[in-house]
């Protein structure tokens, strides 16, 4: 398992480790591919790259994995998949931004959308981890892996989508990460975002995994599309 960084809790507050770590591994994640995922680890915090798909430590096939990508809140607490880890398996996973699709009536294929924090800042989403190991094979190295919990749209995602992952405010970071928060409490972190966002229409350039550059990310302009627009929740 690859470490990218690891920092004592007490000595840097998560905001300040985010922006220390701007640089981006990647322009784009996918299913499959390792993203960035914040562990704790003692009494630090480690980042480290994680399968993106949870695959159970019970699991026999790694192909449940591909199924896994997202954790609905509302029934990670029972759902076989989800209940372990979510009992002291909690981890962040850090981003800047993400996509969603938007289903246009009369339109073949949907409008991607690029959403972020004001100003650009990064952020981080609520997320699943677990270590998984070929039971026919006890030396192999165990893979970590991930999922993002998601919860229902908030008021800017709504027209776009009817979920989102769960943004978590900084407040919150601790308690989800510390594992004897009880998954009770653990359940009450997980709720749409209550701040501000800015989302976007970008090209589908962004539909291809190969396209790991810049202009996914880049405003769609065009005559009959809305333009870049800013919106806030009530």
């Not at 981890?129 to 749209?153: F, G, M, N, S, Y």
Request: charged residues 25%; glycine residues 4%.
């Amino acid at each position: 398992i690859n470490t990218l960084a690891k920092i004592p809790m007490a000595k840097v507050s998560l905001n300040h480790f985010l922006k220390s770590r701007r640089q981006r591994i990647r322009q784009l994640f996918c299913l499959a591919q390792a993203v960035p995922l914040v562990l704790p680890e003692g009494q630090a915090r480690e980042l480290r790259l994680a399968k993106w798909g949870l695959i159970p430590f019970w699991a026999d096939d790694p192909g449940i994995g591909h199924k896994l990508a997202n954790a609905r809140a509302d029934g990670i607490a029972s759902k076989p998949a989800f209940r372990a880890a979510f009992k002291t398996q909690r981890g962040l996973m850090p981003a800047d931004l993400f996509y969603e699709w938007q289903v246009v009536p009369g339109h073949q294929g949907k409008q991607p959308w690029c959403i972020r924090l004001p100003d650009d800042e990064p952020f981080v989403m609520a997320a699943l981890w677990d270590r998984w190991q070929p039971k026919h094979d006890p030396i192999a190295d165990p893979v970590l892996t991930c999922c993002v919990v998601t919860t229902e749209a908030n008021a800017t995602m709504e027209p776009i989508h009817h979920r989102m992952p769960v943004i978590l405010p900084l407040r919150d970071v601790e308690a989800w990460l510390d594992p004897q928060t009880t998954p009770a409490d653990a359940a009450r972190l997980l709720r749409p975002y209550e701040g501000p966002l800015h989302a976007y229409q970008v090209k589908t350039w962004v539909n291809a995994t190969r396209n790991d550059d810049p202009q996914c990310a880049i405003p769609l302009v065009r005559a009959d599309a809305h333009r870049s627009e800013q919106f806030f929740d009530d």
